[in-house]
Structure formats: C-alpha cells, structure tokens
C-alpha cells in the first residue's frame, strides 16, 4: 500500500496559477501509475492528469491538456500538478492516486491507494 497526502490547495482568482503536491510513503515509488483526479461538488471524480514514475510519460484530460502540467521528483517521492489560467470550473477537491496500470487509466477504480483531497476554489 502507497500512503499519500496532497498539499498546495487553496483559494485563487480566475486566471492565476497553482501547483499541487502529492508526496507518497509506503510501498515503492518507482514503477507506478500516480495521477491526479479531482471532484467537484454533486459531479462525480474525473481523471486530470497521469504520469508513469519510471520514465516520466505523462498523459492529460482533454479539459486542462494545455493548461496543467504532471511532474514528478523520484528522489523526493513527490508528484507534482502545475496548473495554469485556473478557471472557476477547475474548482474541486484535487486526489492524488497510484496504481500499477498504464497512465491510461482515467477511472478511479483503477487506482489502488488515494489521498485525502486538496481544495482548490477559484474565484472568478
């Protein structure tokens, strides 16, 4: 089991920038799925962005391709989600995940360990 835990949430206006930090613990870093979802309230939780810890290959959801941007630090055991022009819809509890799949993996049960959210609240 990956422990995780996100940090870097909070309250910005319409067109700033945020990024996002998931550090996780347990189980080995290296050869993972780790991603970032997010849930808006009453809307169910989409996948935002995935990257392959091995090599880096990331992969995004259309809504933010462009706009966000998957990292990671191995060293640090750390993913990061650089976000970009925040948007009120980018408004959400953001997840960070891992898995053992493929960063193709858009669907939450796919992953296997989560953390506990980061609020994100843009105000337009």
């Known amino acids: 089991q990956v422990q995780l835990v996100e940090s870097g949430g909070g309250v910005v206006r319409t067109g700033d920038s945020l990024r996002l930090s998931c550090v996780a613990s347990?189980?080995?870093?290296?050869?993972?799925?780790m991603a970032w979802f997010r849930q808006a309230p009453g809307k169910v939780r989409e996948f935002v962005a995935g990257?392959?810890?091995?090599?880096?290959?990331?992969y995004y959801a259309t809504s933010v391709r462009g706009r966000c941007t998957i990292s990671r630090d191995s060293a640090k055991r750390t993913v990061y989600l650089e976000m970009n022009d925040l948007k009120p819809e980018d408004t959400a509890v953001y997840y960070c995940a891992a898995g053992s799949g493929t960063i193709r993996m858009t669907t939450a049960f796919e992953y296997e360990d989560w953390g506990q959210g980061t609020q994100v609240t843009v105000s337009s």
């Open positions: 990257i392959r810890t091995s090599v880096g290959s990331t």
């Open positions: 347990g189980r080995t870093f290296s050869g993972k799925t």
